[in-house]
């Protein structure tokens, strides 16, 4: 079995190079999974593959069974988990098709589930989260984009929205005076779960529109739509070096 899972957002619901070798329907007692998880391979790795969104992209942020999906896939024995997220560039350095390898989050996400302990929490159930990504598993990233000459910002904080609306420009004049570089939905809790169970987590971030109140763009829906098919087939890109070199990590 393999021990690499990528999950996929918002662009990146299926990956069309993956070779299917089995699909996994798996209950946990958080509930069921955002899909089945598909476990293929590509050349002669194996990697696991969930669309957080569910398979038509029909899952709201705020609704995500992040439990489940970080559980089950953990159950299936694999160690590692890569995010695929497409989010809102609020510096100026990431400005739409720019793909960013966050090193920090700023958590404005409320009444998610957010523990795998919620219910029977013990004092030895906290964990250290002073570094949410891990940073072997964010180097291995930066290394695959680097074989595929595709560039990356190596570090910024990704501040993690309640969604499903976008935001005011005032919410995000707000995050940028935190020092939140992007913005997204589905950052949280999903890296936290990862932690609470040990798996390596790392976020690969696309830059599909500049957040609320940044653009001269009328429309940061119509940006979105004109950036994410592109951005993702470099994420694709990335993602098949980073399945391929993930047997000598
Ligand atoms: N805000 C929040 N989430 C997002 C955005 C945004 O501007 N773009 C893509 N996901």
Redesign the pocket.
Known sequence: MSELAIIGG?GLSKMDKLVVVSKHNIETPFGSTSAEIIEATLDDQTVLFLPRHGEKHTIAPHKINYRANLWALHSLGIRKVVAVA???GISANAGPETLVCPDQIIDYTYGREQSFFSDNFLAEHHIDFTHPYTESLRKQVLIAARKNDISIIDNGVYGA?Q?PR??TAAEIKRMAQDGCNL???TGMPEAALARELGLDYACCALV??W??GLSEQDS?LSE?EQTIESGMTLVEQLLTTLIKQSGSA
Do not use: Q
């Open positions: 918002t497409a989010v809102g929205t969604g976008l935001e913005v997204g939905m599909v529109n957040a609320a940061i979105i």
